[in-house]
């Protein structure tokens, strides 16, 4: 079977111009223009002819053709309306031969909560840059069967995403993607692939599930969230002070911050995921005891 037919920047143009788009800011619309930028995406991935993939925003279809050629099946999520209905006639034109393995899901990422057919096992995207880290974190925790995903993000987004504890770009995205598995970055990205030229870096970011799903104990991922988002609301104050809301107190927030194990007077940037799970399970087990 042969291959799809990789678009480049004239071909990206006509399309565009044919039906009358222009890359949406909004959007956040930077569609890739560099064929051998989508076989290196596509490389990166390690696909195989077995996988499901989940495309989001995939636009005039830079990278679905690149994932139909290694792919078994490509569920492509497209918000514009007018997008969705002209990337099954590019896939056709471009890769007659493959153009049978795409499904285009015409809505929001933020909104799905399943997908039809076999279960998707990978998510590639050139992710909307103004809303990757919930769409990333919305699809990992809907679609559980995917294993595995390489996003290209905002450079410095990237940055939050693989941070660790202790470092000035650790927040929210790097402990709540920890909760999942492992982030990586898997590279750069220059510019100059991109139409219209954005006015920021890029990167990869790889991620790979955990083999076994957290879970089981007195806190789960709503409650260990919730410690999170308040550690790093205030996040120059230390945990005793920062999660006094959410405790009650800054006395009942030492109280479970003691019981968890982990120092009060440290800030939530200094402690990794697992001690966010002791602190939601000390809590947990506090308010059981007293409910009991």
């Not at 879970?215 to 205030?234: M, N, P, S």
Request: proline content about 7%; overall charge positive; charged content about 20%.
């Amino acid at each position: 079977m042969t291959g799809a037919a990789l678009l480049g920047p004239a071909e990206i143009r006509q399309i565009a111009a044919r039906l009358g788009v222009r890359p949406a800011k909004r959007l956040g619309q930077n569609f890739v223009i560099d064929p051998g930028t989508i076989r290196r995406i596509v490389g990166l991935a390690g696909l195989t002819g077995d996988d499901v993939v989940v495309e989001v925003g995939p636009g005039l279809g830079s990278l679905t053709l690149g994932l139909l050629s290694a792919a078994r099946r490509v569920v492509a999520v497209e918000v514009d309306p007018v997008l969705a209905a002209e990337l099954p006639v590019t896939a056709a034109e471009r890769a007659p031969g493959l153009a049978s393995r795409l499904e285009v899901i015409n809505a929001d990422a933020l909104a799905i909560g399943n997908l039809p057919g076999d279960p998707p096992t990978a998510l590639v995207a050139n992710l909307p840059y103004n809303v990757a880290v919930p769409v990333l974190l919305h699809l990992i925790e809907v679609l559980p069967s995917v294993r595995s995903a390489l996003v290209m993000v905002q450079a410095e987004v990237a940055d939050r995403m693989c941070a660790p504890p202790g470092s000035r770009t650790y927040g929210v995205p790097s402990v709540k993607l920890a909760w999942y598995g492992t982030a990586r970055r898997a590279g750069n990205v220059s510019r100059s692939v991109f139409w219209p030229v954005p006015n920021v870096d890029s990167a990869l970011v790889a991620f790979t599930r955990r083999a076994a799903a957290r879970g089981g104990g007195l806190a789960g991922r709503t409650e260990v969230f919730a410690v999170v988002d308040a550690a790093f609301a205030q996040r120059r104050k230390t945990l005793r002070a920062a999660l006094a809301s959410w405790a009650g107190s800054a006395e009942r927030a030492g109280r479970v911050l003691t019981a968890a194990g982990v120092d009060p007077a440290l800030r939530g940037e200094a402690i990794g995921v697992e001690d966010y799970i002791r602190i939601a399970e000390a809590a947990s087990q506090a308010a059981t005891i007293i409910e009991s």
